[in-house]
């Protein structure tokens, strides 16, 4: 089986998780920052992200690799508070901007297109203090830094994601403990879920009022698609999964990617009831106007899905605090045992269920264009990462299947092209095709061999599997 000619390949990472320079030239102290500092016992090694692998300096060596593996494009992020320190367009870091404009200016001088995110989890601290995600300004504040940056690299880039994974951002950012800025509070998730989705779509609107017809360019959101199966196929298992996708999926694609636009229905009305019972007098699921839904409508020019994993489903058999997210979903997740093991608890290889989920995204949606943004596996240190070949092959299998059936798929980003700081995991879970030294003065990177199998199958576009 092989690949198309025109389908492009690249590699991701993020600014927090490999920059490092975290109060270099001006920057603006981040949410991340923040939390790392603050916790450091949250971080499992220690590791956190104030050199990460010192991408600020080390960005040469990065355009090199990414030539070494012949990609056609590099997905990374633009730290807010690099360009923006305190978050407002009102004071813009020119030494900030100059880090981006050399690497987006080494990417084209060898061929290879940026794709940039505009926020990958890094708010800066200071409009954290205004409430963050949970304040409606947030989607203006967004607004002008998109703006900003869409002036700036319009003429270079052609390929932006405007925020990558708002369930991220949202139920585990505020939502619980997690991830920065650690709220914990169920009610601001769906705040920021709303405000999120919105900051999203008043890009998307400028980017295509102002920007779209000179330059060209294709701007999409990247969204956790994992796959959601029942664990048996009963009647209650299959209510289980409808809900999970409601919630884990529909959540955040329904607004943009279907037809009718808003939250997914079911998700309305579990929150809606469950609000009520717990005595609120609006829902905690915020409602979007008529101008909000048709602000959403149809916002992207692709879906970049991040895939890692399957999960199986099953109604909870425990009593989750309430109100909390857990309760509102009310399911439990497992994975099939028989599935190899990745060094993440969260993370086992289960190709199948990246065609199911594409499959899954065709019917609900329309057959929506996509680029695969991200996908990857974790591993121990070590340059024979066997595991994370079958794993790419496995994947990659499904991935052409899936294509054969009419999925429109025109690009694959592997996560990572490099190891990093895996947020609260440090450097414990290495993501990387490429290993970092973290011991190292200059955080050396060398290929592992998953680095020279995907070099090989950009190639020749093809996948050797034995089915
Ligand atoms: C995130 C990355 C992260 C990866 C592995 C993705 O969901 O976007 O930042 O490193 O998962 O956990």
Same mark, same amino acid.
């Given at each position: 089986?092989?690949?198309? +000619?025109?389908?492009?390949?690249?590699?991701?990472?993020?600014?927090?998780?490999?920059?490092?320079?975290?109060?270099? *030239?001006?920057?603006?102290?981040?949410?991340? *920052?923040?939390?790392?500092?603050?916790?450091?016992?949250?971080?499992?090694?220690?590791? !956190?992200?104030?050199?990460? $692998?010192? $991408?600020?300096?080390?960005?040469?060596?990065?355009?090199?690799?990414?030539?070494?593996?012949?990609?056609?494009?590099?997905?990374?992020?633009?730290?807010?508070? @690099?360009?923006?320190?305190?978050?407002?367009?009102?004071?813009? !870091?020119?030494?900030? #901007?100059?880090?981006?404009?050399?690497?987006?200016?080494?990417?084209?001088?060898?061929?290879?297109?940026?794709?940039?995110?505009?926020?990958?989890?890094?708010?800066?601290?200071?409009?954290?203090?205004?409430?963050?995600?949970?304040?409606?300004?947030?989607?203006?504040?967004?607004?002008?830094?998109?703006?900003?940056?869409?002036? @700036?690299?319009?003429?270079?880039?052609?390929?932006?994601?405007?925020?990558?994974?708002? =369930?991220?951002?949202?139920?585990?950012?505020?939502?619980?403990?997690?991830?920065?800025?650690?709220?914990?509070?169920?009610?601001?998730?769906?705040?920021?879920?709303?405000?999120?989705?919105?900051?999203?779509?008043?890009?998307? *609107?400028?980017?295509?009022?102002?920007?779209?017809?000179?330059?060209?360019?294709?701007?999409?959101?990247?969204?956790?698609?994992?796959?959601?199966?029942?664990?048996? =196929?009963?009647?209650?298992?299959?209510?289980?999964?409808?809900?999970? @996708?409601?919630?884990?999926?529909?959540?955040?694609?329904?607004?943009?990617?279907?037809?009718?636009?808003?939250?997914?229905?079911?998700?309305?009305?579990?929150?809606?009831?469950?609000?009520?019972?717990?005595?609120?007098?609006?829902?905690?699921?915020?409602?979007?106007?008529?101008?909000?839904?048709?602000?959403?409508?149809?916002?992207?020019?692709?879906?970049?899905?991040?895939?890692?994993?399957?999960?199986?489903?099953?109604?909870?058999?425990?009593?989750?605090?309430?109100?909390? #997210? +857990?309760?509102?979903?009310?399911?439990?997740?497992?994975?099939?045992?028989?599935?190899?093991?990745?060094?993440?608890?969260?993370? @086992?290889?289960?190709?199948?269920?990246?065609?199911?989920?594409?499959?899954?995204?065709?019917?609900?949606?329309?057959?929506?264009?996509?680029?695969?943004?991200?996908?990857?596996?974790? $591993?121990?240190?070590?340059?024979?990462?066997?595991?994370?070949? *079958?794993?790419?092959?496995?994947?990659?299998?499904?991935?052409?299947?899936?294509?054969?059936?009419?999925?429109?798929?025109?690009?694959?980003?592997?996560?990572?092209?490099?190891?990093?700081?895996?947020?609260?995991?440090?450097?414990?879970?290495?993501?990387?095709?490429?290993?970092?030294?973290?011991?190292?003065?200059?955080?050396?990177?060398?290929?592992?061999?998953?680095?020279?199998?995907?070099?090989?199958?950009?190639?020749?576009?093809?996948?050797?599997?034995?089915?």
């Amino acid at each position: 089986r092989k690949f198309p +000619e025109n389908f492009l390949f690249g590699a991701a990472t993020s600014a927090y998780q490999v920059e490092g320079g975290w109060e270099d *030239d001006g920057k603006g102290e981040s949410i991340w *920052d923040r939390f790392a500092h603050k916790h450091p016992e949250a971080i499992v090694d220690g590791r !956190n992200g104030d050199v990460a $692998s010192d $991408s600020y300096h080390n960005w040469r060596r990065d355009v090199e690799m990414l030539r070494e593996l012949g990609v056609d494009f590099y997905r990374f992020s633009i730290s807010w508070p @690099r360009v923006l320190p305190n978050g407002f367009e009102n004071n813009i !870091n020119e030494n900030g #901007f100059k880090y981006y404009d050399d690497l987006i200016d080494e990417l084209l001088k060898h061929s290879i297109q940026p794709m940039v995110t505009l926020y990958h989890f890094d708010l800066p601290q200071e409009l954290q203090d205004l409430g963050g995600w949970t304040n409606p300004l947030s989607v203006n504040w967004f607004e002008e830094y998109a703006r900003i940056v869409f002036k @700036r690299y319009a003429e270079k880039v052609k390929f932006w994601i405007t925020i990558n994974q708002p =369930n991220t951002i949202c139920v585990e950012g505020y939502g619980s403990k997690a991830m920065a800025p650690a709220i914990n509070s169920i009610d601001s998730a769906y705040e920021c879920v709303k405000n999120v989705m919105l900051a999203h779509a008043k890009a998307y *609107d400028v980017y295509k009022k102002e920007f779209k017809k000179k330059h060209e360019g294709n701007v999409g959101i990247a969204i956790a698609v994992n796959w959601y199966d029942p664990i048996t =196929n009963s009647t209650e298992n299959a209510e289980a999964v409808e809900k999970a @996708r409601a919630f884990q999926l529909g959540l955040y694609l329904d607004p943009i990617f279907s037809k009718e636009g808003n939250f997914p229905v079911l998700v309305r009305k579990i929150v809606d009831k469950k609000s009520q019972e717990q005595g609120y007098s609006t829902s905690r699921l915020p409602k979007l106007s008529f101008q909000e839904i048709q602000l959403l409508k149809g916002s992207a020019d692709f879906l970049g899905m991040n895939h890692y994993t399957t999960f199986l489903v099953k109604p909870s058999q425990q009593k989750y605090p309430s109100p909390s #997210f +857990e309760d509102d979903v009310g399911v439990e997740y497992s994975q099939g045992e028989q599935w190899t093991k990745a060094k993440s608890s969260w993370l @086992r290889s289960a190709p199948y269920g990246l065609y199911k989920a594409c499959i899954y995204l065709n019917l609900n949606y329309d057959y929506p264009k996509i680029i695969i943004t991200e996908h990857g596996w974790s $591993s121990d240190p070590g340059l024979r990462d066997s595991s994370r070949v *079958d794993n790419l092959r496995g994947y990659f299998g499904a991935l052409l299947l899936a294509m054969e059936d009419a999925t429109q798929v025109v690009g694959y980003t592997a996560w990572s092209l490099m190891d990093n700081v895996e947020w609260t995991a440090g450097t414990s879970e290495r993501f990387g095709l490429y290993e970092v030294d973290f011991e190292s003065e200059n955080k050396t990177r060398k290929a592992r061999l998953s680095a020279l199998v995907l070099k090989n199958i950009i190639e020749t576009r093809e996948v050797n599997l034995d089915w």
